[in-house]
């Protein structure tokens, strides 16, 4: 990893998919980015998994979701019912993947465990925090609510990174619709944007194969192996090597 410091800033997702860990291993801090303006129809609270009849989504209720003006860390869970619903469809989906079994005790749990949990983005975290610790993630992931810094857009990203002392923003390539490179550039933070083509394929237990899932099926694919469908991961090792 570079000696200038790398921050990655984005909105919390319900057990995000491959790219997303990669963009948090290729950071040295990640800002959980959820003071912001909750989205419906988006992947705030929902992700898709694959199943022997094709891909389908899991969705957790939102109290008011459409409500103007909500921020995605105020956005409340509306049935606890959904966690076990969740997990028995993952169980029957995934029982046959090779690695499941290693996985299914620490996923059982936190299903368990988060089903009382009533606001969205800690349940988010509690996913999130988990799967980095099974892929062997250990950057410093904290929240933009612990800075204090107001404003949006742009404005507000570059403030974020200057008071994490980043030297380095990586961002998701959609943005480049709208962040102030000229702005981050004088005040002498340079962005990279992560590129998600190019991934390797792994063995799925239900093809055909599908990059847009789920990083749990990541892991109860590829197990220890997982890292190696990372480019980060990749590109770490090939630079040390």
């Not at 409500?67 to 869970?77: F, L, S, W």
């Not at 079994?101 to 983005?121: G, I, K, Q, V, W």
């Amino acid at each position: 990893m570079s000696a200038r410091k790398t921050v990655a800033i984005i909105q919390s997702c319900y057990i995000p998919w491959k790219g997303y860990f990669d963009l948090i291993n290729a950071a040295d801090e990640f800002i959980v980015y959820d003071d912001v303006q909750y989205t419906t129809n988006d992947w705030r609270n929902r992700n898709r998994i694959k199943t022997p009849h094709g891909t389908q989504w899991l969705t957790i209720p939102i109290r008011h979701a459409s409500r103007h003006g909500q921020r995605i860390d105020e956005a409340e869970v509306a049935d606890p019912r959904w966690a076990e619903r969740h997990w028995r469809t993952l169980a029957q989906s995934y029982a046959r993947a090779p690695w499941f079994h290693r996985y299914r005790d620490r996923f059982e749990a936190l299903y368990r465990e988060t089903a009382d949990e009533p606001l969205l983005s800690q349940v988010n975290r509690r996913f999130i925090d988990a799967i980095c610790h099974e892929l062997g993630i250990t950057t410093t992931i904290s929240s933009s609510a612990e800075y204090g810094i107001p404003g949006d857009g742009s404005e507000r990203v570059l403030a974020l990174c200057l008071a994490s002392g980043a030297e380095r923003y990586l961002s998701g390539p959609r943005a480049r619709a709208y962040l102030d490179e000229a702005a981050f550039s004088d005040a002498g933070v340079t962005i990279a944007y992560m590129d998600y083509s190019g991934y390797p394929e792994y063995p799925q237990v239900h093809p055909p194969f599908d990059h847009h899932v789920t990083g749990l099926d990541l892991l109860f694919n590829a197990g220890p192996d997982a890292p190696r469908y990372l480019k980060s991961f990749v590109d770490a090792t090939a630079a040390t090597a």
